[in-house]
């Protein structure tokens, strides 16, 4: 990597996060084929549909940039994801490893908020303002999917998870 200017920097984060966002069409399926919540399958069901879409967004900025959006390889994401596989082989009480999934997957939201967040800024104060109108967008989604995993969490996974398994 080499660094000579804030938009190659910006470029970075881009392509962190585009490598970040196909790790995650892969491993959503299968979080929730591992989910026994009906809601929280439909949460990962729908986070599944909006990931494809941020790719999607991902690739118009990076073709109004001129820029390839490969070239980096997203190693924290893979570590997120590994951890999350944890959760989906994990053997015992069903609503207890679904509180766990839930964990799993608002640590990859977090993650990808601060990815955004700081394309963002990088993308504003390079008067990229349409790059910083789409990566809003999807800051903005990232949020809600965190949001209702926290609901999910809240709602009855969590607590179910206490009365079935115990505390």
Do not use: C, W, Y
């Given at each position: 990597?080499?660094?000579?200017?804030?938009?190659d920097?910006?470029?970075?984060?881009?392509r962190?996060?585009?490598?970040?966002?196909?790790q995650l069409v892969?491993a959503?399926?299968k979080?929730a084929?591992?989910?026994?919540?009906?809601?929280?399958?439909n949460?990962?069901?729908h986070h599944?549909?909006q990931?494809r879409?941020?790719?999607?967004?991902l690739?118009?900025?990076f073709?109004?940039?001129?820029e390839?959006?490969t070239?980096?390889s997203c190693?924290?994401m893979k570590?997120?994801?590994?951890e999350?596989?944890q959760?989906?082989?994990a053997?015992?009480?069903?609503?207890?490893?679904?509180?766990g999934?839930i964990?799993?997957a608002?640590?990859?939201?977090?993650y990808?908020m601060?990815?955004y967040g700081?394309a963002?800024t990088?993308?504003?104060?390079?008067?990229m303002?349409e790059?910083?109108e789409?990566?809003?967008?999807?800051l903005e989604?990232?949020g809600?999917?965190?949001?209702?995993?926290?609901?999910?969490?809240?709602?009855?996974v969590?607590?179910t998870?206490t009365?079935v398994a115990g505390?």
């Open positions: 990597m080499k660094l000579e200017s804030v938009r920097l910006l470029i970075e984060e881009l962190d996060l585009h490598d970040a966002e196909g892969e959503l399926p979080m084929d591992a989910a026994s919540a009906t809601q929280l399958k949460a990962f069901t599944l549909e990931t879409e941020h790719v999607t967004r690739d118009r900025v073709e109004s940039l001129n390839k959006a070239g980096e190693e924290a570590g997120l994801i590994r999350g596989e959760f989906i082989h053997k015992g009480q069903p609503d207890v490893r679904d509180a999934l964990g799993a608002q640590r990859v939201e977090h990808e601060a990815g700081t963002r990088l993308a504003k104060r390079l008067g303002h790059v910083a789409l990566l809003q967008k999807t989604e990232e809600e999917a965190d949001k209702k995993l926290t609901a999910v969490a809240e709602g009855d969590n607590a998870a009365t505390r």
